[in-house]
């Protein structure tokens, strides 16, 4: 079954932490894997899209990775901000097809 | 430049009236799409559009109808709205490019049905 898994459901940090956010999924054939930043009351905006070939991906504090083997992503994020504060969602696309969402990961930043 | 538009942004609807939600996109993409997000669930595709002209179903399509007249408007239709339908819906727009594609999201219409 194609899925996408995402943990923790929810996290709490302190600002100015590090944190990881992880994404593994069983999508096949595997396309790409984008991670969307949610924030409450708004659409989801894109931060990083990755394909195969792709390990690793930054985008400012945002940094993304990629095990194709092990299917398996995460999204790092450095020197937290209040603003980091929202719904990180990963997205994979299924071949030429489908595009299949993950749940979440809710993130809280904390002064 | 707007980006994806969608009216309205709030809705209350009694069960068995109907509405239309509007999605708007000024970047000359081909591909649209409605999603509803519900809470502690990912987003669903209720159906989605290739072109001008065409539509297809996704996940969810039942108690929903769509067209797309013309290649910036995609439209959302309950017929007759039922509680199940309570939720947020967001509309997307993509391109393809050399990645693949990324999708450009709306601000949401959250649709209460009572």
């Known amino acids: 079954k194609n899925q996408v898994e995402q943990s923790p459901q929810s996290l709490i940090i302190l600002e100015g932490k590090n944190c990881t956010l992880q994404?593994?999924?069983?999508?096949?054939?595997?396309?790409?894997l984008r991670w969307y930043k949610q924030d409450t009351g708004r659409g989801p905006v894109s931060l990083t899209i990755?394909?195969?070939?792709?390990n690793t991906k930054s985008n400012g504090r945002y940094t993304a990775t990629l095990d194709a083997d092990t299917k398996q992503s995460s999204l790092h994020i450095t020197a937290s901000q209040l603003s980091d504060s929202a719904s990180y969602i990963c997205?994979?696309?299924?071949?030429?097809?489908?595009?299949?969402f993950g749940k979440g990961t809710r993130l809280h930043i904390l002064p | 430049n707007a980006g994806v538009t969608q009216t309205p942004k709030f809705r209350v609807l009694k069960t068995g009236q109907s509405m239309t939600l509007l999605c708007a996109q000024d970047?000359?993409?081909?591909?649209m799409y409605w999603y509803r997000q519900d809470p502690g669930m990912g987003l669903r595709l209720i159906h989605y559009?290739?072109?001008?002209?065409?539509?297809a179903k996704g996940e969810v399509p039942d108690g929903y109808n769509v067209s797309r007249l013309k290649k910036q408007n995609f439209l959302l239709g309950l017929e007759s709205a039922a509680p199940s339908q309570t939720s947020v819906y967001f509309c997307?727009?993509?391109?393809?490019?050399?990645?693949?594609?990324?999708?450009?999201f709306g601000a949401g219409t959250r649709l209460s049905v009572l």
């Open positions: 997307a727009s993509s391109y393809l490019d050399r990645q693949g594609d990324i999708q450009y």
């Open positions: 970047m000359n993409h081909e591909y």
């Open positions: 559009s290739v072109g001008e002209g065409t539509t």
């Open positions: 990755m394909t195969f070939s792709e």
């Open positions: 997205v994979v696309r299924k071949g030429d097809d489908k595009i299949i």
């Open positions: 994404c593994n999924y069983t999508v096949s054939p595997f396309s790409n």
